[in-house]
């Protein structure tokens, strides 16, 4: 895969992480009370899934070698903070620890909930800790959503600010070498790709703009790490 086309793979899955995120949020924020059993686990689910997808979207910035992961936090942490609760970094484990805690140790975020016009507010835990139990971390507001809006204001639009000066949102493609990268990736696909389908590839990708379909990825990226709308 070529340096740009490993760039843009980079704004693909920070988009599908980001994009789930949302989606994830939205579909919470819509289900009201009274509660079904299944409705309940559903709200449990949706809400484990935002944190599980904005940190595995952050993991992958840090993973990454196309962006600075020192300077990312280091901006993170001295802007993820509030009024009550000026201590980015302790904001920024937590949330970090929150999702360690649902996904290895088996939270269920769905412990306790207030309600406003029907909808459920779940509280967030007071603490979090570490695996081994020696670093605790303090919740930043009582209610998740509180937890969730600083994580939208914050984390998203930050993500935009270090892609962009890192050039990531003006890379250039180079269309026969995106169109071979396209027929190796179906290629090595092969046990679940079609013969047919491999065969038509090469011609089929002659009509497309690999110009268009990258400014795609980057609008599509661009409007995922928005804030989501927490209207309740």
């Excluded at 995120?21 to 686990?41: D, G, I, N, Y």
Aim: hydrophobic share 40%; glycine share 4%; with cysteine.
């Amino acid at each position: 895969m070529s340096h740009a086309l490993a760039k843009n793979a980079l704004l693909n899955s920070l988009s599908m992480y980001f994009s789930s995120k949302r989606t994830a949020l939205r579909s919470a924020l819509q289900l009201r009370s009274p509660l079904s059993v299944e409705q309940a686990e559903d709200l449990r689910v949706h809400y484990s899934n935002y944190f599980i997808n904005l940190m595995s979207g952050i993991d992958l910035v840090r993973d990454s070698d196309q962006l600075s992961w020192k300077a990312f936090t280091e901006d993170l942490e001295a802007k993820f903070v509030t009024p009550q609760a000026s201590d980015g970094k302790q904001n920024y484990w937590y949330v970090r620890e929150l999702r360690n805690s649902i996904v290895h140790r088996g939270m269920n975020i769905f412990s306790a909930a207030s309600f406003r016009n029907n909808v459920p507010l779940l509280i967030a835990p007071q603490t979090v800790t570490n695996p081994d139990g020696t670093k605790v971390y303090r919740r930043f507001g009582v209610l998740l959503i509180q937890t969730i809006g600083l994580c939208e204001v914050v984390i998203g639009p930050l993500l935009e600010e270090h892609l962009g000066r890192a050039g990531l949102f003006s890379i250039q493609i180079e269309p026969e070498v995106w169109r071979e990268d396209m027929v190796t990736s179906v290629e090595e696909a092969a046990d679940f790709v079609p013969e047919w389908v491999k065969k038509m590839l090469p011609e089929a990708l002659e009509s497309v703009d690999a110009a268009v379909v990258h400014q795609s990825t980057i609008d599509r990226l661009k409007s995922v790490l928005k804030p989501c709308p927490l209207t309740i």
